[in-house]
């Protein structure tokens, strides 16, 4: 079992940044892919970002973040972050992140897949 809880998410004006963090709780953290996710208000949850195990040599991102949002891991932290720049009102949403036991080096980008999720926490922006 992992359990996940994110955290530094907040109001923030159009163009402004935030870096939202995942904190795992097992020691085993560096063997999960990891993901952020997405949810608005009426709207499905959407991929976000994903980053692959270990070292984390591959992420990915969806095309209305690309530029702007950023995936990495501290493994020795037990810490996945998502540091997001020139925020629009649409990034608003409840962030979640997600970990994927699978034993492969993708980057994962399907809901389905993954094991375990955060309880997610508030973005939102104003314009």
């Known amino acids: 079992q992992v359990q996940l809880l994110e955290s530094g998410g907040g109001l923030v004006q159009a163009g402004g940044s935030l870096r939202l963090s995942c904190a795992a709780s097992?020691?085993?953290?560096?063997?999960?892919?990891m993901g952020w996710f997405r949810q608005a208000p009426g709207k499905e949850r959407e991929f976000v970002a994903g980053?692959?195990?270990?070292?984390?040599?591959?992420?990915y991102y969806a095309d209305s973040v690309k530029g702007r949002f950023t995936i990495s891991r501290d493994n020795a932290k037990n810490t996945v972050y998502l540091q997001m720049i020139s925020l629009k009102p649409e990034d608003t949403a409840v962030y979640y992140c997600?970990?994927?036991?699978?034993?492969?080096?993708?980057?994962?980008?399907?809901?389905?897949?993954?094991?375990?999720w955060g309880q997610g926490t508030q973005v939102t922006v104003s314009s």
């Open positions: 997600a970990a994927d036991g699978t034993p492969s080096d993708r980057v994962v980008i399907t809901t389905t897949e993954y094991d375990y």
């Open positions: 097992r020691h085993t953290f560096s063997s999960y892919a």
């Open positions: 980053i692959s195990r270990w070292s984390g040599g591959s992420t």
